[in-house]
C-alpha cells in the first residue's frame, strides 16, 4: 500500500483548486491528501468538478484494519470521536475560510458552466456531463471517506499516547517528590555530623603536628643559626637554612588549614634580613669585585636562585634580583656623586677632571673585575656605563639649579660636557668595549642648560671686561693731568700699550670660545664689539670732559696738546688691529660700528686739538689785513711760527693720522685767513694798494705752503692755492672783466657765495654798483658746477659779513 505523500497532486484547474482549499480546511493536518493513487486518466476525468461542496456530507461507521486499544470502550471510543454540528458539511466548527472556500467553489463551477453551455447544440450534451460528474462525485466521496479514516486512526493512536504520558507523569512526580523528602532528611543528618567533621579535622591536625613536632622544636635554633650565618656574611649557607625553614613552613600551612605557628614568626625579619645583606653586598660589588669577591658572587646565587622561587603561602614575592640591581645603581652613584663629593664654589674644575679619571677607570674594572662575578643577563658594562651617565646627569642638573656659577666654571663646564665626556679620553675611548656606548642616551646637558651656561658665561665675561675697561680709561684720564710728557716708543711715536691690550683681551675671548661651541663664539664676539662701541664711547665723553676742564681751567693740563694726539695714536692703534676682531665666520660689515665709533673719536680728537691751534691763532689774525700787512710780511710770520711750533709735537703721531692732522691744521690756517679778509677791515685806495694786497696774497700762499710742507703735509691736499686764486681777482685791472673772475672762482670753489664775492670785491675798492651786478650775476650763469673729487669745504664755512645798510634815500645817487 503507498504511502500518503506518495500520492500525486490534484490538477489544478479552477474548480479542484478550490475544493482542495475545502478539503485542507475540513480535515486538517493530513486532510487534503488522496487515500490511494490517481492515474492519468481519472485525474482527466477528476477535471473541473464543480459541485461537490454543494453535496450533504453524511458519515457512517468506518470499517478499520487496525485493532482498538484492549482498554477503551464504546462509551470512550464515542467521546473521543468529533461530533458535527447540525447542518455542518465537515466535522469541527463553522469557520470563515470555509464559507468563503464554498463561495469561490461555487462562483468557479458557475462560470464553467456558463461557459460549456453556453450555446444551445451543447444542451444536447447534458446528460453525458451528468453522468460524469455524478462518477467524479463518487469518487471524490470514496477518496475524502479514506482521508477522514486515516485521520481518525492517527487521532486515536494520538489519544492513547497522551494517556500513557499522563500515566509517566504522574509517576514521575511522585518518585520526585519522594526524593526531594530524602534530600531534606539527609540534610538535617549532616548537621548532626558537624561536631564531628570538626573532630575529624582537629585530629588530622594533631596529628600533622604530632609528626612536625620534632622538626618544629628545632626552629628556633635554626633561626639563630642563621641569623649567625647571615652576621658572618655566609649568604648561601643562610639562604639555604632559610629554604629550609619555610619548606617547614609550607609542610605546617596546609594541614593546619592556613594556620601561623607562632614559632615561625621570626621567618619574616630573618628573610628581610638576609635580603639586606644581599643588598649591601651588592651595592658594594665595586669594592668586594676587588677584595672578596667570592662574596659577590654568592650574593648573586642567592638573588638568582630566590627569583625561581615558588611557594604555596599567601606572601608577596621578595624581588631580591631587582633589589641587587638598584643597589649596584645607588652604590656607584653614591661612590662618585654623592652629596660630599659634589664641587664647591670654584671647585669644579678640579671635580670634573677627577671624573675624567675615575669614570674610565671604574669601567674598566667593571669590565675586567665585576662582571665576570655577576650573571651574564646583567649586563655589567652597559648597567655601569648607563648608571654613570645618568648620575652624572642628575648631578649637573643638581649643580645648574643651585648658585649661579662664575664665568671660569661655566666655560669649563661647557667644554667638558659637550667635547672632553664623549672623546676619546674618556667615554669614548677605544679600550673600552661597545657596552660602555653611551652617545644614543640623553646628552649630559639640555639645549636649555647650554643656553643658560652661554648666557652666565657671556654676561660674566661682559661684566668682567667693562669693570676691565673702565679701569683702565680712568688710569689713562688720570694720566692727561701727569706733568710729563706723554710716553713715546723707540720710534718718538706717542704710545700706550692699552690698544693692544684691550684688542688682546677682547680676541683672546672670541678664540677661546671656538674650543665650546660657534653658538657661543658668536656671542661672545656680538659681546665684545659692543663693549668696545661702549669704551670708544667713554673714551670720547672722557676726552671732551678732560678738554672742557682744561679750558675752563678748572684743572689746567700742563701738556694738554701732546695728550691729545696721544689719544690720537690710542684711536689709531685700534683703528689699525680691529680687524683682528673680525675672523673669517663673521659677516662682512659687523665691524661697522667700531669703525663709525673710531672715526667719531678721530674727528673729535682733531678737533680738539685744531681749537686749540685756534686758540693760538686768533688773536694774531685779529690784525689782519691792514696797512700794516700791505707792507710788511711780520703778521703772517708770527702766524707761521705759531703754527710751526704747535705743529712741532705732530710728529709724534703715527701716519696717516699725521697727514689727517697736518691737513686739517693747514685748512684751519687758510679759513682764518680768509675769514679775516672778509671782515672788510681793509679797502684797497688805488691799484697800487690792490697790486701790493695781490702780491701779499702771493707771498702769504707761498709761505703757507713752505710751512706745511716742511711740517710734511703733501701739496696736493693743501689749501693755500684759494688765496692765489683770490690774488687774480685783486690783480684784475679792469674791472669790466670781474665776472669771468667771479665764473672761474666759482669753478675752482664751488661753494663761494655772493657775500664772498661782495666782500672780496669790497676789498678792491674801485667795482661800481653796476660792475658789482655784473660780477654777481655770473655766479648764476650758467650750469651749477660740481664739486671736485676729494674736494673740501672752504667758503661755506667762513662766515660772510652781513651787507651794510644802505642810508640813501630812494631817490638818492644810491637809488
Given at each position: 500500500?503507498?504511502?500518503?505523500?506518495e500520492?500525486?497532486?490534484?490538477?489544478r484547474?479552477?474548480?479542484e483548486?478550490a475544493i482542495?482549499k475545502?478539503?485542507?480546511?475540513?480535515?486538517?493536518g493530513?486532510?487534503?491528501?488522496?487515500?490511494?493513487?490517481v492515474?492519468?486518466r481519472?485525474?482527466?476525468?477528476l477535471?473541473?468538478?464543480?459541485?461537490?461542496?454543494a453535496?450533504?456530507?453524511?458519515?457512517?461507521?468506518?470499517?478499520?484494519?487496525?485493532?482498538?486499544p484492549?482498554a477503551?470502550?464504546?462509551?470512550?471510543?464515542?467521546?473521543?470521536?468529533?461530533?458535527?454540528?447540525?447542518?455542518?458539511?465537515?466535522?469541527?466548527?463553522?469557520?470563515?475560510?470555509?464559507?468563503?472556500?464554498?463561495?469561490?467553489a461555487r462562483?468557479?463551477?458557475?462560470?464553467?458552466?456558463?461557459?460549456?453551455?453556453?450555446?444551445?447544440?451543447?444542451?444536447?450534451?447534458?446528460?453525458?456531463?451528468?453522468?460524469?460528474?455524478?462518477?467524479?462525485?463518487?469518487?471524490?466521496?470514496?477518496?475524502?471517506?479514506s482521508?477522514?479514516?486515516s485521520?481518525?486512526?492517527?487521532?486515536?493512536?494520538g489519544?492513547r499516547?497522551?494517556?500513557?504520558a499522563?500515566?509517566?507523569?504522574q509517576?514521575?512526580?511522585?518518585?520526585?517528590?519522594?526524593?526531594?523528602?530524602l534530600?531534606?532528611g539527609?540534610?538535617?543528618?549532616?548537621?548532626?555530623?558537624e561536631?564531628?567533621?570538626e573532630?575529624?579535622?582537629?585530629?588530622?591536625?594533631?596529628?600533622?603536628?604530632?609528626?612536625?613536632?620534632?622538626?618544629?622544636?628545632?626552629?628556633?635554633?635554626?633561626?639563630?643559626h642563621?641569623?649567625?650565618?647571615?652576621?658572618?656574611?655566609r649568604?648561601?649557607?643562610?639562604y639555604?637554612?632559610?629554604?629550609?625553614?619555610e619548606?617547614?613552613?609550607?609542610?605546617?600551612?596546609a594541614?593546619?588549614g592556613?594556620?601561623?605557628l607562632?614559632?615561625f614568626?621570626?621567618?619574616?625579619?630573618?628573610?628581610?634580613?638576609l635580603?639586606?645583606?644581599?643588598?649591601?653586598?651588592?651595592?658594594?660589588?665595586?669594592r668586594l669585585?676587588?677584595?672578596?669577591?667570592?662574596?659577590?658572587?654568592?650574593?648573586?646565587r642567592?638573588?638568582?636562585?630566590d627569583?625561581?622561587?615558588?611557594?604555596?603561602?599567601?606572601q608577596?614575592a621578595?624581588d631580591?634580583?631587582?633589589?641587587?640591581?638598584?643597589?649596584?645603581?645607588?652604590?656607584?652613584?653614591?661612590?662618585?656623586?654623592?652629596t660630599?663629593l659634589?664641587?664647591?664654589?670654584g671647585?669644579?674644575?678640579?671635580?670634573?677632571?677627577a671624573?675624567?679619571?675615575?669614570?674610565?677607570?671604574?669601567?674598566?674594572?667593571?669590565?675586567?673585575?665585576?662582571?665576570p662575578?655577576?650573571?651574564?643577563?646583567?649586563?655589567?658594562?652597559?648597567?655601569?656605563?648607563?648608571?654613570?651617565?645618568?648620575?652624572?646627569?642628575?648631578?649637573?642638573q643638581?649643580?645648574?639649579?643651585?648658585?649661579?656659577?662664575e664665568?671660569?666654571?661655566?666655560?669649563?663646564?661647557?667644554?667638558?660636557?659637550?667635547?672632553?665626556y664623549?672623546?676619546?679620553?674618556?667615554?669614548?675611548s677605544?679600550?673600552l668595549?661597545?657596552?660602555?656606548?653611551?652617545?644614543?642616551?640623553?646628552?649630559?646637558?639640555?639645549?636649555?642648560?647650554?643656553?643658560?651656561?652661554?648666557?652666565i658665561?657671556?654676561a660674566?665675561?661682559?661684566?668682567?671686561?667693562?669693570?676691565?675697561?673702565?679701569?683702565?680709561l680712568?688710569?689713562?684720564?688720570?694720566?692727561?693731568?701727569?706733568?710729563?710728557?706723554?710716553?713715546?716708543?723707540?720710534?718718538?711715536?706717542?704710545?700706550?700699550?692699552?690698544?693692544?691690550i684691550?684688542?688682546?683681551?677682547?680676541?683672546?675671548?672670541?678664540?677661546?670660545?671656538?674650543?665650546?661651541?660657534?653658538?657661543?663664539?658668536?656671542?661672545?664676539?656680538?659681546m665684545?664689539?659692543?663693549?668696545l662701541?661702549?669704551?670708544?664711547?667713554?673714551?670720547?665723553?672722557?676726552?671732551?670732559?678732560?678738554?672742557?676742564?682744561?679750558?675752563?681751567?678748572?684743572?689746567?693740563?700742563?701738556?694738554?696738546v701732546?695728550?691729545?694726539?696721544a689719544?690720537?695714536n690710542?684711536?689709531?692703534?685700534?683703528?689699525?688691529?680691529?680687524s683682528?676682531?673680525?675672523?673669517?665666520?663673521?659677516a662682512?660689515?659687523?665691524?661697522a660700528?667700531?669703525?663709525a665709533?673710531l672715526?667719531?673719536?678721530?674727528?673729535?680728537?682733531?678737533?680738539?686739538?685744531?681749537e686749540?691751534?685756534?686758540?693760538?691763532?686768533?688773536?694774531?689774525?685779529a690784525?689782519?689785513?691792514?696797512?700794516?700787512?700791505?707792507?710788511?710780511?711780520?703778521?703772517?710770520?708770527?702766524?707761521?711760527e705759531?703754527?710751526?711750533?704747535?705743529?712741532?709735537?705732530?710728529?709724534?703721531?703715527?701716519?696717516?693720522?699725521?697727514?689727517l692732522?697736518?691737513?686739517?691744521?693747514?685748512?684751519?690756517?687758510?679759513?682764518?685767513?680768509?675769514?679775516?679778509?672778509?671782515?672788510?677791515r681793509?679797502?684797497?685806495?688805488?691799484?697800487?694798494?690792490?697790486?701790493?694786497?695781490?702780491?701779499?696774497?702771493?707771498?702769504d700762499?707761498?709761505?703757507?705752503r713752505?710751512?706745511?710742507l716742511?711740517?710734511?703735509?703733501?701739496?696736493?691736499?693743501?689749501?693755500?692755492?684759494?688765496?692765489?686764486?683770490?690774488?687774480?681777482l685783486?690783480?684784475?685791472?679792469?674791472?669790466?672783466?670781474?665776472?669771468?673772475?667771479?665764473?672761474?672762482?666759482?669753478?675752482?670753489?664751488?661753494?663761494?657765495?655772493?657775500?664772498?664775492?661782495?666782500?672780496?670785491?669790497?676789498?678792491?675798492?674801485?667795482?661800481?654798483r653796476?660792475?658789482?651786478?655784473?660780477?654777481?650775476?655770473?655766479?648764476?650763469?650758467?650750469?651749477?658746477?660740481?664739486?671736485?673729487?676729494?674736494?673740501?669745504?672752504?667758503?661755506?664755512?667762513?662766515p660772510?659779513?652781513?651787507?651794510?645798510?644802505s642810508?640813501?634815500?630812494?631817490?638818492?645817487?644810491?637809488?
Open positions: 500500500m503507498s504511502q500518503w505523500w500520492y500525486p497532486a490534484l490538477p484547474r479552477p474548480g483548486r482542495l475545502a478539503k485542507a480546511i475540513c480535515g486538517g493530513r486532510t487534503g491528501r488522496l487515500a490511494k493513487p492515474g492519468p481519472r485525474r482527466l476525468q477535471r473541473g468538478a464543480p459541485t461537490l461542496l453535496l450533504t456530507w453524511t458519515f457512517a461507521p468506518i470499517p478499520t484494519s487496525a485493532p482498538a484492549p477503551m470502550d464504546s462509551a470512550a471510543r464515542d467521546k473521543m470521536q468529533p461530533a458535527l454540528p447540525p447542518g455542518s458539511s465537515c466535522p469541527g466548527p463553522e469557520w470563515p475560510e470555509q464559507e468563503r472556500a464554498e463561495q469561490l462562483g468557479a463551477a458557475l462560470k464553467w458552466a456558463s461557459g460549456i453551455f453556453y450555446r444551445p447544440e451543447q444542451l444536447a450534451r447534458l446528460g453525458q456531463y451528468r453522468s460524469r460528474e455524478v462518477q467524479r462525485t463518487c469518487s471524490l466521496e470514496a477518496r475524502i471517506k482521508v477522514v479514516q485521520y481518525l486512526e492517527g487521532v486515536k493512536t489519544v499516547q497522551l494517556a500513557w499522563l500515566e509517566a507523569v509517576g514521575a512526580r511522585e518518585a520526585l517528590g519522594q526524593a526531594h523528602g534530600l531534606w539527609m540534610a538535617e543528618a549532616a548537621q548532626t555530623l561536631p564531628l567533621r573532630q575529624v579535622v582537629q585530629h588530622k591536625q594533631l596529628q600533622a603536628m604530632s609528626q612536625l613536632l620534632p622538626r618544629l622544636r628545632a626552629v628556633p635554633a635554626a633561626l639563630a642563621t641569623q649567625t650565618l647571615i652576621d658572618a656574611q649568604l648561601l649557607e643562610a639555604v637554612s632559610l629554604r629550609e625553614l619548606q617547614l613552613q609550607e609542610e605546617t600551612w594541614p593546619l592556613g594556620l601561623e607562632p614559632v614568626e621570626g621567618l619574616g625579619p630573618l628573610a628581610e634580613a635580603g639586606q645583606a644581599v643588598e649591601a653586598a651588592a651595592g658594594a660589588a665595586g669585585a676587588r677584595e672578596d669577591p667570592a662574596l659577590l658572587v654568592a650574593a648573586m642567592v638573588a638568582e636562585v627569583a625561581g622561587r615558588t611557594t604555596s603561602l599567601e608577596a621578595r631580591w634580583r631587582q633589589r641587587c640591581l638598584r643597589a649596584l645603581q645607588e652604590g656607584l652613584e653614591q661612590i662618585h656623586f654623592g660630599p659634589q664641587p664647591g664654589p671647585a669644579l674644575a678640579e671635580w670634573l677632571e671624573l675624567r679619571v675615575a669614570l674610565p677607570a671604574e669601567l674598566a674594572a667593571a669590565e675586567a673585575l665585576v662582571a662575578c655577576c650573571p651574564p643577563h646583567y649586563n655589567v658594562v652597559r648597567l655601569w656605563a648607563h648608571t654613570l651617565h645618568s648620575g652624572l646627569r642628575r648631578c649637573l643638581q649643580l645648574l639649579e643651585g648658585p649661579q656659577l664665568a671660569a666654571d661655566a666655560f669649563t663646564l661647557l667644554h667638558w660636557a659637550l667635547h672632553v664623549l672623546g676619546p679620553e674618556m667615554m669614548g677605544l679600550e668595549g661597545p657596552e660602555a656606548d653611551v652617545s644614543d642616551l640623553e646628552p649630559l646637558l639640555t639645549l636649555e642648560n647650554i643656553e643658560q651656561l652661554e648666557a658665561f657671556v660674566k665675561v661682559q661684566a668682567s671686561v667693562a669693570q676691565w675697561l673702565q679701569k683702565a680712568d688710569g689713562d684720564v688720570a694720566e692727561w693731568g701727569r706733568e710729563q710728557e706723554p710716553d713715546t716708543d723707540p720710534s718718538g711715536f706717542y704710545h700706550s700699550p692699552m690698544p693692544a684691550v684688542l688682546q683681551i677682547l680676541e683672546e675671548n672670541i678664540r677661546v670660545t671656538r674650543m665650546v661651541s660657534e653658538s657661543l663664539q658668536r656671542r661672545v664676539h656680538g665684545a664689539l659692543s663693549e662701541s661702549a669704551y670708544l664711547r667713554s673714551f670720547s665723553d672722557a676726552l671732551i670732559r678732560f678738554s672742557r676742564d682744561h679750558l675752563r681751567g678748572e684743572a689746567t693740563a700742563p701738556h694738554y701732546p695728550y691729545l694726539l689719544t690720537l690710542h684711536q689709531s692703534a685700534l683703528s689699525s688691529s680691529v683682528v676682531l673680525q675672523p673669517d665666520w663673521v662682512p660689515g659687523a665691524l660700528p667700531v669703525e665709533a672715526d667719531e673719536l678721530q674727528r673729535r680728537i682733531c678737533r680738539l686739538v685744531l686749540a691751534l685756534l686758540a693760538e691763532l686768533q688773536p694774531l689774525f690784525a689782519l689785513p691792514s696797512r700794516r700787512w700791505l707792507s710788511s710780511p711780520e703778521l703772517l710770520d708770527d702766524v707761521c705759531r703754527t710751526a711750533s704747535f705743529c712741532q709735537d705732530f710728529r709724534h703721531v703715527r701716519d696717516p693720522a699725521v697727514q692732522l697736518l691737513a686739517e691744521a693747514e685748512r684751519t690756517v687758510v679759513l682764518q685767513y680768509l675769514r679775516a679778509l672778509m671782515q672788510g681793509l679797502v684797497c685806495r688805488g691799484a697800487d694798494e690792490r697790486t701790493q694786497a695781490a702780491e701779499r696774497l702771493r707771498h700762499a707761498a709761505q703757507l713752505e710751512l706745511f716742511g711740517l710734511g703735509l703733501e701739496e696736493s691736499v693743501q689749501c693755500a692755492p684759494v688765496l692765489l686764486a683770490l690774488r687774480e685783486l690783480n684784475l685791472r679792469d674791472p669790466t672783466l670781474l665776472g669771468l673772475e667771479v665764473a672761474g672762482l666759482r669753478q675752482q670753489f664751488p661753494d663761494v657765495s655772493e657775500d664772498h664775492v661782495s666782500a672780496l670785491l669790497d676789498l678792491r675798492g674801485d667795482v661800481s653796476e660792475q658789482r651786478l655784473a660780477a654777481l650775476s655770473s655766479l648764476q650763469a650758467g650750469p651749477q658746477p660740481s664739486p671736485p673729487a676729494g674736494g673740501r669745504a672752504l667758503f661755506s664755512l667762513v660772510a659779513p652781513a651787507p651794510p645798510l642810508s640813501c634815500l630812494p631817490s638818492g645817487s644810491c637809488a
